[in-house]
């Protein structure tokens, strides 16, 4: 709700024609802190209590979202106060990353990883379906200052299940890494160390980098669809619908793909394809068809080479492990929304994510065809 709401919100503060320098903004603000922090987040996560580190990293993101909602429905209208919330939910997100995905490995065992996997992954798109959709009925509704308020409260729920979580299995003293420089360089050196991790995480950051058109969609809504504050809610949500009808196939369907690393490139390719499909596009519901397909083939590389990389990590590597990975998980859609962003004002948004798309397919074939231990990659 809080991504979905802020892109809208940064479109009501500039002139129609810096829209979409200004969309681009989020994604620079955004990605930051990623670089500067992820490596010590990850640190973090192998160091101290996983389960503290998520009490913090969303109590920080529950006051972020009070001062976001406080200000606006004040009615403060200033571009860099957004930017500058923004930029510390984004670093809280980044600490809080590390801690939540090397955790919940560690409660269930290593035979039904994949499909635990696969319903962590259902529990975050189902959350990226109803999120922008109901922020985009409450704009409609109300005004973006009541999504903020809204997003606000949902972090209660969260520490209360956190609170609760009592019979967590505590991981030896000897198995937490220091908090040093050094402890964050040997994740550093794990993952490129290990080419079918290393090439797994460059895929992802060149396809999101190339293939994110999620920070124009404000302005397909507004401009070119003309769909306004309820169409817009429906195609910020429609790539993570997509994303969890496939995850609901992929419980069962992930343990019976044997070519797991051609099905990630071909995944991919897939992604590029439809978002050339929906920069072309001038009909509603082919977009959101498009949009649709796009998460559908992003979830199934994403399963995939989340398999791939927790099956490959030792659990006390997996916070650093996470944290390299969060710089191209994290860093190549928000990167991926400046380069868009800069793109559109150039040459218009259909031209930013056509020339988008086509770039996402290109590098991921040539990152298949330089690292051919990833292609050929099966389940073990």
């Keep these: 709700m809080r991504n979905a709401a802020i892109l809208w919100h940064v479109t009501l503060l500039v002139p129609d024609n810096q829209k979409a320098l200004a969309l681009g903004g989020v994604g620079l603000v955004r990605v930051v802190p990623i670089v500067i922090c992820s490596l010590f987040a990850g640190v973090a996560a192998d160091a101290f209590d996983r389960r503290r580190v998520l009490l913090v990293t969303n109590s920080i993101m529950l006051v972020i979202s009070t001062a976001l909602a406080v200000t606006t429905l004040l009615g403060v209208r200033n571009l860099w106060a957004v930017y500058g919330l923004a930029t510390l939910s984004s670093a809280a997100a980044t600490f809080d990353n590390p801690a939540r995905n090397s955790f919940f490995p560690t409660l ?154 051609y099905a990630v490139i071909m995944a991919a390719v897939v992604y590029g394809l439809v978002t050339v499909a929906f920069g072309l596009s001038t009909v509603f519901w082919l977009s959101f068809a498009c949009l649709f397909l796009s998460g559908a083939a992003d979830m199934v590389s994403t399963v995939l080479r989340n398999v791939i990389r927790q099956l490959a990590t030792p659990d006390e590597m997996r916070g650093r492990m996470t944290s390299v990975n969060m710089i191209f998980f994290m860093g190549g859609p928000q990167l991926g929304e400046l380069e868009a962003g800069v793109a559109a004002q150039a040459f218009g948004p259909l031209a930013s994510v056509v020339s988008g798309g086509i770039g996402c397919v290109l590098a991921v074939l040539w990152i298949g065809w330089r690292t051919p231990l990833l292609a050929k990659y099966r389940k073990e």
């Design 108 to 261: 269930v065992p290593r035979e039904h990883l994949p499909n635990a996997i696969s319903l962590n992954s259902i529990m975050f798109q189902a959350a990226s379906v109803i999120g922008p959709m109901v922020a985009g009925l409450l704009i409609a509704a109300t005004s973006v200052g009541w999504v903020y308020a809204v997003d606000a409260a949902s972090f209660l729920i969260l520490i209360a299940s956190l609170q609760a979580m009592r019979d967590v299995p505590s991981r030896p003293t000897s198995e937490r890494s220091s908090v040093s420089l050094r402890a964050a360089w040997d994740g550093i050196a794990f993952v490129f160390s290990r080419p079918l991790i290393r090439s797994s995480m460059l895929l992802d950051f060149f396809a999101t980098f190339f293939a994110s058109a999620t920070a124009l969609l404000p302005i397909f809504a507004q401009d070119i669809l003309h769909v306004g504050a309820h169409g817009y809610g429906l195609l910020s949500s429609a790539t993570a619908a997509g994303a969890v009808v496939t995850s609901l196939v992929m419980v069962r369907a992930v343990e019976r793909i044997e070519r797991r690393g």
